[in-house]
């Protein structure tokens, strides 16, 4: 496989301006035939001669090849392994191409391919050249008509991009429509379904007083589940004309929902496709965390409508500029629609934890990286989360109003444009008068910076200095890195806790635009030695070293008025608390849990004052993955050993105050998916696992009790979790529960990807044996990513488990990566991704995960998914 690379980017020779498709839809093959406009690109091609043009093309059977309705035989053209090449004779031509496919044997879930009956597509990145040969790259935009035929009987709904021109009745029983897209478009936006679905309809009146239809297709089994996706599509689309001035511009705006799916969904033109796990909801269904993930995944598709689709990107390098942007709109989305604190708090905690370690490993590139084997490897937490960052610390520099004078000026000057990160950087600076030179480095390079904070406070003068120096481990490929341009939201605490004033203007808070390795901030009339909060807000995506005492972070904890600080001052302490333990694990026994920590979690489940909200994502200990991720060396059986003991300290010292908290929290009451609600009950469940890790038969009854009462799946869900890893376990219960949420929920194949999850993610159930187990279950669907992730994924997720001495965790893994790459490489890949990290274990585990990526390296005709990422890694 070979490496493609940014610097070597060239414009199209050949444009496509408009592409008319016409799918012929059968039982054990599908006809494609594409009619083509084509026309050379004048700006590339000036000469005499006219260059061949090579289309893309993967696993198709070219039936015929007409140009200019001359027929080519097959002595005029080259048909090689992934295009197509032909000669070329005007400037202006038509193409006309016959392929036929097997959408029933496409197990990749790209291009065309069925999930339950049910014809559909997904064509980001290069899925497109699987439906007929093409220009299938991003910056070849063209005007799409589709003509879909099939059996009437099985497939009712027939669906593509844009707004439906003709239907009718053909022989046979077959019938047809055809949708026609007024929009340019790349290919890989293009979208078909074709099923025996119903649908939801509502209707949007846009900002103008257009009228929009707007649809919501699933399977009829599921027609119940869709009121909260659709309440959410109508919050996002005024979100969008409020916040950003963006106005949805087709007569019909469409949902479908289909069970196999190789990610979350797809913003395809007018044509959304999702997971059925991310539209689906139902209080009895669905978590709070589901619904909370399909408001904001149904926002994020709907935004590219603007950030990716009439402005779309040049080559798959700049990804981010669709995404990071789309991500940072869907949050600030969420943002304003649930807590803001907790969406800061949650995002920065997923960043910190999962980027950063992909950051520190073997895949780590910049947001807009240099080079690639396989696209598809790189929709990545640094594309996507750490590009909201980075377009999110725009905004901190800029301000809002800046901000928006800078979208609104990237909008107008790209509408109907393929563009880049930097047109994006450009128009943002244009609008602004801010200069962005320096901040540009977050586009080239990789890595996390570290930020380190010394200070030093003057008695007699009053000055506090502060200095600020970062550097930037070197990443695979950059060895040196240049200072970054970073905004560090600051502020300084008094003894009393309050405030202090940072400048004459009296400011309390401020953004420091950090520049050089080094420099010293000087804040005059302190009264005695302030105690920073740093980083406020999470305002850049970096870690920072400064040398808090523990008291220090009990004193934050308390006082500080940023969310994410008091969290983190929280994080800060529970990781020294764990830490300490770690360290010496052979003595663990005789170590006691620290007692300030212990203290200070008193104070905070009896703080009236806090947010319930704020409250129950304070009382989370850092997670095992956040451990292991800040650990030098990852020992995953101390880390896992020392997190419950230091929980466990917890629940027995506040027993008394989490029941009461507990109970304070549980009454009845109709399930309702807003903030307030949402926040009682995550508080409250969060009582619940402490509680769980009480050894006395009481706690097991309440959870017991709270399972088996529970309204609506938050509760049902986080009663199971609390059961299954109780400490004072009962074999017999926990049978009785996993049987009785798979009797009450074994049709649902979104819920029981839960109770896949549960057992495989369990420190006391999930072994190999277990795994394997119910990889035979009935209801297990091996062509399934949702079941694959929810099983696979818990396993390797289960640091108690997956990293049990032997190895048994990583040669299953290893097993089941052969296994799939033949099946679906992007899902091949995706699971494989734990042992890439393979460098930061403790010696034994670190050589058998080394062992196991072996393995699948010397494994012949690998996908390119997983040979990128094996090659890489070892
Ligand atoms: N753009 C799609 C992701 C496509 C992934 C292709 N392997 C979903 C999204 O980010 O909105
Ligand atoms: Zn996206």
Redesign the pocket.
């Known amino acids: 496989p070979s490496t493609i690379y940014l610097k070597d980017y060239q414009a199209p020779d050949y444009w496509i301006d408009t592409t008319h498709l016409t799918f012929d839809l059968h039982e054990d093959h599908t006809l494609v035939t594409a009619v083509l406009q084509m026309r050379l690109n004048e700006a590339v091609n000036c000469g005499e001669a006219l260059p061949a043009l090579t289309l893309h093309g993967e696993d198709l059977d070219l039936v015929s090849l007409h140009r200019d309705g001359e027929e080519l035989e097959n002595d005029r053209y080259q048909l090689v392994k992934g295009s197509l090449t032909l000669p070329v004779e005007q400037p202006r031509f038509q193409l006309q191409i016959v392929t036929r496919i097997r959408p029933q044997e496409n197990t990749s879930l790209e291009g065309l391919y069925k999930s339950n009956g049910m014809f559909c597509t ?1 064509c ?2 290069e899925g497109f050249r699987k439906i007929t040969y093409y220009l299938d790259r991003p910056d070849v935009m063209s005007v799409f008509t589709t003509k879909v035929i099939a059996s009437q009987a099985r497939y009712p709904v027939l669906l593509a991009n844009g707004n439906a021109i003709d239907r009718g009745e053909l022989d046979n029983d077959r019938h047809y429509v055809t949708w026609e897209d007024p929009f340019k478009k790349p290919s890989y936006l293009f979208a078909l379904v074709a099923g025996d679905l119903e649908y939801v309809e509502d209707h949007f009146t846009t900002m103008n007083g257009r009228e929009v239809t707007l649809r919501l297709f699933t399977e009829s089994h599921n027609i119940h589940k869709c009121d909260h996706a659709m309440i959410s599509l109508k919050k996002s689309m005024k979100w969008d004309e409020d916040v950003y001035g963006r106005e949805y511009d087709l007569d019909i705006f469409m949902i479908v929902a289909v069970d196999h799916f ?6 395809n033109k007018g044509l959304n496709i999702f997971n059925s796990s991310c539209v689906l909801a139902s209080p009895e269904t669905a978590t709070d965390a589901t619904y909370q993930k399909i408001e904001a995944i149904v926002a ?2 709907y935004f ?1 409508n603007w950030s ?1 689709n009439r402005v779309t990107c040049r080559d798959w390098f700049q990804l981010s500029l669709k ?1 990071g942007f ?1 991500v940072f709109r869907d949050a600030e989305f969420s943002a304003d629609m649930n807590s803001r604190g907790v969406k800061r708090i949650q995002d920065a905690s997923v960043l910190r934890t999962a980027q950063f370690a992909e950051d520190a490993g073997p895949m780590a590139h910049p947001i807009r990286p240099e080079s690639f084997i396989e696209i ?1 490897n790189f ?1 990545t937490l640094t594309v ?1 989360e750490k590009g909201c960052e980075v377009v999110r610390m725009i905004h901190t520099l800029l301000g809002a109003d800046k901000f928006r004078k800078g979208t609104d000026l990237y909008f107008d000057r790209h509408d109907g444009e393929a563009a880049t990160c930097e047109d994006f950087v450009k128009a943002m600076e244009d609008a602004s008068g801010v200069d962005l030179t320096q901040f540009r480095n977050w586009y080239s390079q990789s890595g996390t910076p570290v930020v380190t904070v010394t200070d030093r406070y003057e008695a007699e003068t009053g000055d506090y200095h502060l200095t600020i120096a970062q550097s930037c481990p070197a990443t695979p490929g950059q060895e040196h890195k240049k200072p970054f341009h970073i905004p560090l939201g600051l502020a300084l605490l008094d003894e009393q806790g309050q405030l202090l004033p940072l400048n004459a203007e009296g400011d309390k808070e401020q953004v420091l635009s950090i520049k050089q390795s080094e420099e010293t901030f000087v804040f005059k009339g302190c009264k005695s030695k302030p105690l920073p909060s740093l980083l406020r807000n999470f305002s850049a995506p970096v870690r920072v070293r400064y040398d808090y005492s523990k008291d220090d972070l009990v004193f934050l904890m308390k006082h500080d008025t940023d969310s994410f600080n008091r969290w983190d001052a929280c994080q800060r302490l529970g990781v020294m608390a764990i830490e300490q333990l770690v360290e010496r694990f052979d003595e663990q026994a005789e170590q006691a849990v620290d007692s300030q920590l212990l203290d200070a979690f008193g104070v905070l489940i009896a703080d009236p004052k806090l947010e319930h909200a704020v409250k129950a994502e304070m009382l989370c200990l850092p997670t095992e993955a956040s451990l292991a991720e800040q650990a030098e060396v990852i020992k995953p059986l101390a880390i896992v050993a020392a997190r419950k003991k230091v929980k466990q300290a917890i629940a027995e010292t506040h027993s008394a105050a989490l029941l009461a908290l507990y109970n304070q929290l549980s009454h009845e009451r109709d399930y309702c998916p807003e903030a307030a609600d949402i926040a009682e009950r995550t508080l409250k469940n969060v009582c619940l696992g402490y509680l769980a890790a009480l050894d006395d038969a009481e706690s097991l009854q309440r959870m017991a009790a709270q399972y088996n009462g529970a309204s609506n799946m938050t509760d049902r869900r986080a009663a199971l979790g609390c059961i299954v890893d109780a400490r004072h376990r009962d074999e017999h219960l926990v049978e009785q529960v996993l049987t009785d949420f798979y009797d009450r929920y074994k049709d649902d194949a979104n819920v029981m990807d839960g109770w896949f999850a549960v057992q495989s993610g369990s420190a006391e159930l999930g072994t190999v044996e277990k795994v394997q187990a119910l990889m035979q279950h009935d209801s297990f669907d091996p062509t399934s990513p949702n079941k694959l992730r929810s099983l696979i994924g818990g396993f390797t997720g289960n640091m108690a488990r997956f990293h049990t001495t032997g190895g048994a965790g990583y040669e299953f893994l290893a097993d089941r990566v052969i296994e799939l790459d033949k099946q679906n490489p ?1 899902v091949a890949s995706r699971v494989m991704m734990p042992l890439t990290r393979w460098k930061k274990f403790e010696p034994v585990a670190s050589g058998l995960m080394k062992k196991a990526l072996q393995r699948i390296k010397a494994v012949h005709d690998l996908s390119t998914d997983v040979y990128e990422v094996v090659n890489k890694s070892l």
């Not at 190789?262 to 913003?267: C, D, I, P, Q, S």
Request: aromatic share 10%; no cysteine.
């Open positions: 997904q980001e990145a190789n990610m979350g969904a797809m913003e994020h598709e590219h990716g995404e789309t598809s929709y996507y992007q």
